[in-house]
Protein backbone atom coordinates (compact mmCIF):
# COMPACT_ATOMS: atom_id res chain seq x y z
CA UNK A 1 0.00 0.00 0.00
CA UNK A 2 3.04 2.43 0.83
CA UNK A 3 4.67 2.11 -2.64
CA UNK A 4 1.40 2.10 -4.25
CA UNK A 5 0.56 5.39 -2.30
CA UNK A 6 4.10 6.86 -3.33
CA UNK A 7 4.13 6.41 -7.19
CA UNK A 8 0.52 7.45 -7.25
CA UNK A 9 1.11 10.53 -5.32
CA UNK A 10 4.72 11.25 -7.44
CA UNK A 11 3.11 10.53 -10.54
CA UNK A 12 -0.59 13.30 -9.71
CA UNK A 13 2.42 15.90 -8.31
CA UNK A 14 3.71 15.65 -11.58
CA UNK A 15 1.01 16.80 -13.23
CA UNK A 16 -0.04 18.99 -10.66
CA UNK A 17 3.64 20.52 -10.64
CA UNK A 18 3.54 21.13 -14.14
CA UNK A 19 0.08 23.15 -14.14
CA UNK A 20 1.17 24.98 -11.72
CA UNK A 21 4.64 26.13 -12.32
CA UNK A 22 3.34 27.51 -15.89
CA UNK A 23 0.50 29.62 -14.00
CA UNK A 24 3.26 30.86 -11.60
CA UNK A 25 5.55 31.82 -14.53
CA UNK A 26 3.35 33.96 -16.59
CA UNK A 27 2.43 35.79 -13.14
CA UNK A 28 5.69 36.25 -12.38
CA UNK A 29 6.81 37.77 -15.69
CA UNK A 30 3.66 39.39 -16.59
CA UNK A 31 1.79 40.02 -13.49
CA UNK A 32 -1.30 38.12 -14.96
CA UNK A 33 -3.29 35.35 -12.91
CA UNK A 34 -4.56 33.17 -16.08
CA UNK A 35 -7.71 31.72 -15.17
CA UNK A 36 -7.40 29.85 -18.80
CA UNK A 37 -4.47 28.33 -17.67
CA UNK A 38 -6.22 25.03 -17.30
CA UNK A 39 -8.26 25.45 -20.19
CA UNK A 40 -5.34 25.04 -22.61
CA UNK A 41 -4.50 21.47 -20.60
CA UNK A 42 -7.86 20.88 -21.74
CA UNK A 43 -7.39 21.81 -25.63
CA UNK A 44 -4.14 19.84 -25.45
CA UNK A 45 -5.81 16.88 -24.74
CA UNK A 46 -8.32 17.32 -27.18
CA UNK A 47 -5.89 18.30 -29.58
CA UNK A 48 -4.15 14.83 -29.22
CA UNK A 49 -7.14 12.70 -29.32
CA UNK A 50 -7.78 14.76 -33.04
CA UNK A 51 -4.68 13.90 -34.26
CA UNK A 52 -4.43 10.62 -33.53
CA UNK A 53 -7.77 9.61 -33.75
CA UNK A 54 -9.62 11.51 -36.04
CA UNK A 55 -6.65 12.10 -38.31
CA UNK A 56 -5.04 8.78 -37.37
CA UNK A 57 -1.44 10.65 -37.17
CA UNK A 58 1.40 8.27 -35.49
CA UNK A 59 0.90 9.49 -31.44
CA UNK A 60 4.34 10.99 -31.03
CA UNK A 61 3.90 13.06 -33.71
CA UNK A 62 0.25 13.89 -32.53
CA UNK A 63 1.13 14.78 -28.84
CA UNK A 64 4.22 17.38 -30.61
CA UNK A 65 1.41 18.84 -32.83
CA UNK A 66 -0.46 19.48 -30.01
CA UNK A 67 1.85 21.06 -27.92
CA UNK A 68 2.79 23.73 -30.70
CA UNK A 69 -0.76 23.94 -31.35
CA UNK A 70 -1.52 25.05 -27.96
CA UNK A 71 1.14 26.96 -27.28
CA UNK A 72 0.60 28.70 -30.41
CA UNK A 73 -3.13 29.46 -29.94
CA UNK A 74 -2.20 30.71 -26.11
CA UNK A 75 0.20 33.60 -28.04
CA UNK A 76 -2.39 34.04 -30.15
CA UNK A 77 -4.86 34.82 -26.89
CA UNK A 78 -2.01 36.69 -25.55
CA UNK A 79 -1.54 39.56 -27.50
CA UNK A 80 -5.28 39.76 -28.63
CA UNK A 81 -7.02 39.58 -25.60
CA UNK A 82 -4.93 39.36 -22.29
CA UNK A 83 -2.41 41.51 -23.15
CA UNK A 84 -4.49 44.80 -23.95
CA UNK A 85 -5.88 44.69 -20.66
CA UNK A 86 -2.73 44.05 -18.63
CA UNK A 87 -2.16 46.02 -15.68
CA UNK A 88 -6.35 45.94 -14.75
CA UNK A 89 -6.56 42.84 -12.43
CA UNK A 90 -10.35 42.60 -11.96
CA UNK A 91 -11.01 42.67 -15.95
CA UNK A 92 -8.07 40.32 -16.45
CA UNK A 93 -9.59 37.56 -14.29
CA UNK A 94 -13.02 38.51 -16.20
CA UNK A 95 -10.89 37.91 -19.35
CA UNK A 96 -9.36 35.04 -18.75
CA UNK A 97 -12.57 33.36 -17.29
CA UNK A 98 -14.43 34.33 -20.28
CA UNK A 99 -11.72 32.63 -22.04
CA UNK A 100 -12.09 29.06 -20.44
CA UNK A 101 -15.21 29.17 -20.87
CA UNK A 102 -15.21 29.91 -24.78
CA UNK A 103 -12.67 27.04 -25.37
CA UNK A 104 -14.78 24.90 -23.02
CA UNK A 105 -18.30 25.66 -25.71
CA UNK A 106 -16.07 25.12 -28.89
CA UNK A 107 -15.19 21.82 -27.57
CA UNK A 108 -18.78 20.85 -26.26
CA UNK A 109 -20.08 21.42 -29.59
CA UNK A 110 -17.45 19.89 -31.48
CA UNK A 111 -17.12 17.10 -29.17
CA UNK A 112 -20.19 16.30 -27.74
CA UNK A 113 -20.41 16.41 -23.65
CA UNK A 114 -19.14 12.67 -23.41
CA UNK A 115 -15.64 11.86 -22.93
CA UNK A 116 -13.47 11.29 -26.36
CA UNK A 117 -11.85 7.84 -26.51
CA UNK A 118 -8.56 7.42 -24.38
CA UNK A 119 -5.36 7.74 -25.98
CA UNK A 120 -3.08 4.76 -25.03
CA UNK A 121 0.14 6.59 -24.74
CA UNK A 122 2.09 2.99 -24.01
CA UNK A 123 0.49 -0.33 -22.97
CA UNK A 124 1.67 -2.59 -20.50
CA UNK A 125 2.44 -2.63 -16.97
CA UNK A 126 5.95 -2.95 -14.66
CA UNK A 127 6.17 -3.97 -11.00
CA UNK A 128 8.51 -1.37 -8.77
CA UNK A 129 8.56 -3.04 -5.21
CA UNK A 130 6.14 -5.52 -6.27
CA UNK A 131 4.03 -3.38 -7.02
CA UNK A 132 1.68 -2.99 -10.71
CA UNK A 133 2.55 0.14 -12.56
CA UNK A 134 1.74 1.27 -15.87
CA UNK A 135 4.31 1.98 -18.53
CA UNK A 136 2.63 5.30 -19.27
CA UNK A 137 2.17 6.67 -15.67
CA UNK A 138 6.09 5.36 -15.81
CA UNK A 139 6.05 8.18 -18.59
CA UNK A 140 4.09 10.75 -17.70
CA UNK A 141 6.31 11.15 -14.30
CA UNK A 142 9.39 10.87 -16.26
CA UNK A 143 8.49 13.21 -18.96
CA UNK A 144 7.25 16.06 -16.15
CA UNK A 145 9.92 15.37 -14.20
CA UNK A 146 12.49 16.06 -17.51
CA UNK A 147 9.97 19.18 -18.05
CA UNK A 148 10.37 20.77 -14.40
CA UNK A 149 14.07 20.08 -14.75
CA UNK A 150 14.20 21.72 -18.27
CA UNK A 151 12.17 24.86 -17.31
CA UNK A 152 14.79 25.41 -13.81
CA UNK A 153 17.61 25.52 -16.48
CA UNK A 154 16.40 27.54 -18.38
CA UNK A 155 14.98 30.00 -16.19
CA UNK A 156 18.69 29.64 -14.53
CA UNK A 157 20.91 29.19 -16.89
CA UNK A 158 20.38 31.00 -19.89
CA UNK A 159 19.73 34.64 -20.86
CA UNK A 160 16.26 34.29 -21.39
CA UNK A 161 15.68 32.94 -18.06
CA UNK A 162 17.50 36.17 -16.50
CA UNK A 163 15.07 38.28 -18.28
CA UNK A 164 12.40 36.44 -17.02
CA UNK A 165 13.05 36.32 -13.92
CA UNK A 166 14.27 40.13 -14.16
CA UNK A 167 11.04 41.02 -15.10
CA UNK A 168 9.58 39.02 -12.62
CA UNK A 169 11.47 41.05 -9.66
CA UNK A 170 10.97 44.44 -10.97
CA UNK A 171 9.35 45.36 -14.24
CA UNK A 172 10.29 49.00 -14.47
CA UNK A 173 13.87 48.00 -13.59
CA UNK A 174 14.51 45.79 -16.59
CA UNK A 175 12.57 47.87 -18.83
CA UNK A 176 15.51 50.28 -17.87
CA UNK A 177 18.16 47.87 -18.49
CA UNK A 178 17.01 47.08 -22.19
CA UNK A 179 14.87 44.11 -21.79
CA UNK A 180 11.67 43.65 -23.63
CA UNK A 181 9.15 43.76 -21.20
CA UNK A 182 6.38 42.96 -23.44
CA UNK A 183 8.30 40.22 -25.65
CA UNK A 184 9.32 38.56 -21.95
CA UNK A 185 5.46 38.17 -20.99
CA UNK A 186 4.52 36.96 -24.30
CA UNK A 187 7.71 34.24 -24.56
CA UNK A 188 6.56 32.96 -20.79
CA UNK A 189 2.90 33.18 -22.08
CA UNK A 190 4.40 29.92 -24.70
CA UNK A 191 6.31 28.60 -21.86
CA UNK A 192 3.81 28.40 -19.42
CA UNK A 193 0.71 26.92 -21.94
CA UNK A 194 3.13 24.58 -23.18
CA UNK A 195 3.54 23.05 -19.88
CA UNK A 196 0.08 23.05 -19.46
CA UNK A 197 -0.16 21.48 -23.00
CA UNK A 198 2.45 18.70 -21.80
CA UNK A 199 0.05 18.08 -18.98
CA UNK A 200 -2.84 17.77 -20.90
CA UNK A 201 -1.46 15.77 -23.53
CA UNK A 202 0.28 12.97 -21.21
CA UNK A 203 -3.81 12.34 -19.97
CA UNK A 204 -5.16 8.90 -21.05
CA UNK A 205 -8.22 8.29 -20.10
CA UNK A 206 -10.43 10.64 -22.70
CA UNK A 207 -11.46 14.36 -21.90
CA UNK A 208 -14.25 16.41 -21.20
CA UNK A 209 -15.48 20.03 -22.05
CA UNK A 210 -15.52 20.73 -18.14
CA UNK A 211 -12.06 18.71 -17.33
CA UNK A 212 -10.27 22.44 -16.35
CA UNK A 213 -11.54 23.14 -13.86
CA UNK A 214 -10.87 20.80 -11.05
CA UNK A 215 -7.33 21.20 -11.13
CA UNK A 216 -8.10 24.85 -12.03
CA UNK A 217 -9.13 25.16 -8.28
CA UNK A 218 -5.93 22.81 -7.13
CA UNK A 219 -3.69 24.98 -8.86
CA UNK A 220 -4.78 28.12 -7.69
CA UNK A 221 -4.78 25.94 -3.94
CA UNK A 222 -0.63 25.41 -5.03
CA UNK A 223 0.62 28.63 -6.23
CA UNK A 224 -1.52 30.39 -3.06
CA UNK A 225 0.17 27.70 -0.69
CA UNK A 226 3.32 28.27 -2.30
CA UNK A 227 3.56 31.43 -2.56
CA UNK A 228 1.68 33.53 -5.93
CA UNK A 229 4.74 33.88 -8.18
CA UNK A 230 7.07 31.66 -6.98
CA UNK A 231 8.26 28.97 -8.82
CA UNK A 232 10.00 27.18 -5.82
CA UNK A 233 6.56 27.07 -4.32
CA UNK A 234 4.88 25.75 -6.96
CA UNK A 235 6.80 22.82 -6.98
CA UNK A 236 6.55 22.37 -2.94
CA UNK A 237 3.46 23.29 -3.26
CA UNK A 238 2.27 21.02 -5.87
CA UNK A 239 3.64 17.54 -4.26
CA UNK A 240 2.49 18.65 -0.92
CA UNK A 241 -1.39 18.88 -2.12
CA UNK A 242 -0.33 15.95 -4.80
CA UNK A 243 0.50 13.74 -1.76
CA UNK A 244 -2.48 14.85 0.93
CA UNK A 245 -4.94 13.94 -2.26
CA UNK A 246 -3.66 10.38 -2.71
CA UNK A 247 -3.28 9.79 1.28
CA UNK A 248 -7.11 10.64 1.15
CA UNK A 249 -8.09 8.95 -1.93
CA UNK A 250 -5.72 5.79 -1.71
CA UNK A 251 -6.96 5.59 2.84
CA UNK A 252 -10.19 6.72 2.66
CA UNK A 253 -11.75 6.05 -1.01
CA UNK A 254 -15.66 6.91 0.02
CA UNK A 255 -14.33 10.23 0.72
CA UNK A 256 -12.48 10.73 -2.13
CA UNK A 257 -14.74 13.37 -3.30
CA UNK A 258 -13.11 15.92 -0.92
CA UNK A 259 -10.30 15.95 -2.17
CA UNK A 260 -10.17 19.17 -3.75
CA UNK A 261 -11.34 20.21 -0.11
CA UNK A 262 -8.72 19.11 1.62
CA UNK A 263 -6.38 20.74 -0.72
CA UNK A 264 -8.35 24.14 -0.14
CA UNK A 265 -8.45 23.29 3.50
CA UNK A 266 -4.38 22.83 3.80
CA UNK A 267 -4.00 26.09 2.00
CA UNK A 268 -6.04 27.97 4.56
CA UNK A 269 -4.41 26.93 7.13
CA UNK A 270 -0.58 27.60 5.80
CA UNK A 271 -2.04 31.14 4.72
CA UNK A 272 -3.05 31.83 8.62
CA UNK A 273 0.29 30.95 9.67
CA UNK A 274 2.12 32.23 7.01
CA UNK A 275 -0.08 34.26 4.88
CA UNK A 276 2.55 35.04 1.66
CA UNK A 277 2.67 31.14 1.05
CA UNK A 278 5.68 28.75 1.87
CA UNK A 279 8.14 30.70 -0.32
CA UNK A 280 6.46 34.15 -1.23
CA UNK A 281 7.53 37.63 -0.57
CA UNK A 282 5.84 39.92 1.83
CA UNK A 283 5.79 43.26 0.64
CA UNK A 284 4.54 46.21 2.26
CA UNK A 285 1.82 48.16 1.54
CA UNK A 286 2.99 51.35 -0.17
CA UNK A 287 1.80 54.27 1.98
Same mark, same amino acid.
Given at each position: ??????? +???????????? %? $????? !???????? #??????????? &??????????????????????????? !????????????? $????ETT?????????????????? #??STA? +? @????????????????????????????????????????? +???????????????? &?????? #???? +???????????? &??????? $????????????????????????????????????? $???????????? &???? %?????????? !?????????? @???????? @????
Amino acid at each position: MATLIII +TGLITSGKYALL %A $VGFSL !IFGAARII #NLAHTAFYMLA &AYMVYTFAISLGLPLPLSIILSIVSVA !IIGVISYKLVIDR $VRGRETTILIVTIALAIIIQEVMEI #NFSTAP +T @EAVRVLSGFTKILETRVLWRDVLAFGVALLMLLGTWALLMK +TRLGTAIRSTAQDREV &ANLMGI #NVAR +TGMIAMAIAVAL &AAIAGAL $VTTGATPGMWMPPLVTVLAIVVLGGLGSIKGSFVGAF $VLGFAETLLVSL &APEH %AFLERAVALA !IMVVVILIRP @EGLFGVAF @EEER
